[in-house]
């Protein structure tokens, strides 16, 4: 589920966590780079709880509103509006099974978010399109739940002020979690079923805590070959996350025989013209083209696998 990008940001993470808190703390930063790959997961099933307790709200606001002397009957049939989705009660069903333990916030303890998501929905054209079906089939309600969740993460501002608030990592995760969505939702309706958990063995867990340990192992010899090519070299004159970018990259080109040095050059390029200076990407595309040229000749660096050594 989790993409090498998101590993790369949060091993780099990690690192910056460790720099900052100490060589005491190295263990702790581990762990937590553990967690926020398992969170991430977590939060992918918490955003399919969704639509069932916005469902119990509409319902709570249906029956105030049927309490009424005069009641709005065209109001009432609104929001009724997910209460004929059978299939979100399915989804949520399935969620039921997974018991999340690294992000734990509820739907039922943010009853403050839901006028405001409810107000952002009812604006929608595909809500309005739905509201055509007295009682849609399978597909007409597995396509408003694919629209929902295309335009909650795409449009609505009170749930990505939510989102930023409840989860720190939400702008990195984002992407995952969306593509997830998309994935469990273009299943067959009869068939449809939640991405697996991840583990802790799994190739991207491993990656992730592999580069951890390698940064944090050969930190000195990766700045021994920085300085290598770098003219009046001084670690200290260099943003912290410039220089973990070239430590995370060096120990793609040494210890990961099967990534290709082109990709993780464009990775780290891409990392740190987001999470870094202007400038950053510049100087990090210099030294490491350097690094590639210099540690291939002297057999430092050696990959293997078709289509993996440069020419």
């Known amino acids: 589920m989790i993409s090498r990008r998101l590993v790369r940001i949060k091993a780099l993470q990690a690192l910056y966590a460790a720099e900052q808190a100490g060589e005491s703390a190295r263990a702790q930063c581990r762990q937590g780079l553990k967690t926020s790959i398992l969170a991430t997961y977590d939060v992918y099933v918490f955003l399919l709880e969704l639509p069932h307790y916005l469902n119990e709200y509409l319902l709570s606001e249906q029956e105030l509103e049927s309490k009424k002397f005069y009641p709005d009957k065209e109001k009432i049939r609104r929001l009724g509006l997910l209460n004929n989705n059978l299939l979100a009660g399915v989804i949520y069903d399935k969620t039921l099974r997974h018991k999340r333990r690294h992000f734990t916030a509820g739907w039922s303890d943010l009853g403050e978010t839901f006028p405001s998501i409810t107000d952002w929905l009812f604006e929608q054209d595909f809500t309005r399109d739905y509201y055509v079906f007295d009682t849609p089939d399978s597909g007409q309600q597995q396509t408003f739940l694919q629209e929902f969740y295309l335009h909650l993460l795409g449009t609505c501002e009170p749930f990505y002020l939510l989102m930023q608030e409840l989860y720190g990592a939400w702008d990195d995760d984002e992407s995952t979690v969306a593509r997830e969505l998309e994935k469990t939702l273009s299943s067959e309706p009869e068939n449809i079923s939640l991405s697996a958990p991840y583990a802790e063995d799994e190739d991207e867990m491993k990656m992730a805590l592999n580069l951890y340990d390698l940064v944090l192992l050969n930190g000195a010899a990766y700045e021994t ?33 099967h990534i290709p040095l082109k990709v993780s050059i464009n990775e780290y390029l891409d990392i740190v013209q987001d999470y870094s200076t202007p400038s950053s990407g510049r100087f990090l595309n210099g030294v490491l083209d350097k690094l590639r040229v210099s540690l291939a000749e002297n057999g430092t660096i050696v990959k293997s696998g078709r289509g993996l050594r440069d020419k």
């Not at 670690?235 to 995370?248: H, V």
């Open 225 to 257: 070959y920085v300085s290598s090519v770098t003219d009046n070299w001084d670690p200290g004159r260099i943003a912290m996350l410039d220089l973990l970018c070239l430590k995370l990259a060096l120990a793609e080109f040494i210890s990961f025989p």
